[in-house]
């Protein structure tokens, strides 16, 4: 397996493009290989979870994070298009509180590897979507906790007219100035 990686404005933040063999039947392509992973990052990980979702346009998930038993997570398309946004809450990062967003869709096939310590999200752009992801620990619902997808303080440029629509946790979310984050040395 071959993998492009692409540098983000968050640095520890990666786009990872999967090398796609394609002709008049389709395309074939290997979407994980932890030595390819390992190889292109320079990242070992052990997935633990994989969790799949269909949304309809304008459904906005995140921004998530677990603040104990943090999840890294591999996240990717298989049908649609998604917005899909990392925020870092690492207090001693130099990109606290910034964050990178990338379109990420069935025919891109990129994917966007959010590490420990960043909150997620991602809002559908098109009719449907199904987003897949791989995560580094397994859900914790005590520990997960939301950042509010329109902070102003963070100011996420999200594609959409309107409001979005979401789960009632999401649209209580906390402004990243009454957030629990990720103190320093944690990571």
């Known amino acids: 397996m071959s993998l492009n990686v692409i540098l983000t404005a968050l640095p520890d933040v990666l786009i990872l493009e999967p090398k796609v063999y ?4 389709g395309f074939f ?6 030595k ?6 320079g990242l070992k990980r052990d997935f633990v979870q994989d969790n799949h979702s269909r ?13 104990r038993q943090p999840q890294g ?3 990717r398309v298989v049908a649609g298009e998604v917005f ?4 870092d809450l690492r207090r001693d990062s130099p990109t606290f509180g910034k964050w990178m967003g990338v379109t990420l869709s069935a025919e891109n096939r990129r994917q966007l590897w959010v590490p ?3 909150a997620h999200g991602f809002v559908v752009t098109s009719a449907t979507a199904e987003f897949l992801y791989k995560t580094t620990d397994y859900w914790y619902p005590e520990h997960e906790r939301s950042l509010l997808w329109n902070d102003p303080d963070i100011g996420v440029d999200w ?4 409001e979005p629509s979401m789960a009632a946790k999401d649209a209580a979310g906390k402004r990243l100035a009454e957030a629990d984050v990720f103190p320093a040395g944690v990571f």
């Open 22 to 25: 394609g002709d008049a039947r």
């Open 159 to 162: 594609p959409i007219e309107g």
């Open 36 to 41: 390819a992973f390992e190889a292109a990052t």
């Open 84 to 87: 899909d946004v990392a925020v």
């Open 116 to 118: 420990e310590g960043f």
């Open 55 to 67: 949304s309809s346009r304008n459904v906005l998930r995140g921004l998530h994070y677990q603040i």
């Open 29 to 34: 392509y290997e979407s994980f290989n932890a």
């Open 73 to 75: 997570k591999l996240v």
